[in-house]
C-alpha cells in the first residue's frame, strides 16, 4: 500500500465563504501516478469544514443560507462568552459539516459522481 501525503494551501474570504477544491484534488491524483484508491481531505482549523455538492452559483447560495438557517451568525453563543470573538457559529458549522472526507478514485478519476471525471 502506497500512502503520499499532500497539501493544499488556500485563503478564503472568512465566512460565508465555499471553495471548490475539486481540480487541486484531481491534480493532486493526476502526479501521483496512482491509478486505484481512496484519498483523505482534511480540513484543519476548528471553524472549517469540508463537504461535497454541486459546485455552482444557486446551490452555493442554497448553501450559505442554509447554514444561515441552521446556525445563525447573529445569534449568541456560549463559546462567545468564553474567548470573546464571536464565532461560536463557525465552530458549530464546522463541527455540524465534519473535517474530512473520503474520495474513492478509479482510473485516475475521482467517483464523484455523473459527469465528476
Do not use: C
Not at 472568512?14 to 471548490?20: E, W
Not at 473535517?99 to 459522481?113: K, T, Y
Amino acid at each position: 500500500m502506497k500512502i503520499i501525503t499532500e497539501k493544499i494551501t488556500l485563503e478564503t474570504k472568512g465566512n460565508p465563504d465555499l471553495v471548490n477544491i475539486t481540480q487541486s484534488v484531481k491534480e493532486f491524483i493526476k502526479s501521483s501516478g496512482l491509478k486505484k484508491g481512496n484519498v483523505t481531505v482534511f480540513v484543519v482549523g476548528s471553524t472549517a469544514g469540508i463537504t461535497t455538492f454541486e459546485y455552482e452559483p444557486a446551490l452555493i447560495k442554497d448553501m450559505q443560507e442554509l447554514y444561515e438557517r441552521l446556525i445563525p451568525e447573529k445569534t449568541h453563543y456560549h463559546h462567545d462568552n468564553t474567548w470573546a470573538d464571536a464565532n461560536g457559529f463557525s465552530h458549530l458549522r464546522a463541527a455540524l459539516q465534519g473535517p474530512s472526507l473520503v474520495i474513492p478514485f478509479e482510473d485516475g478519476n475521482l467517483l464523484l459522481g455523473t459527469g465528476s471525471t
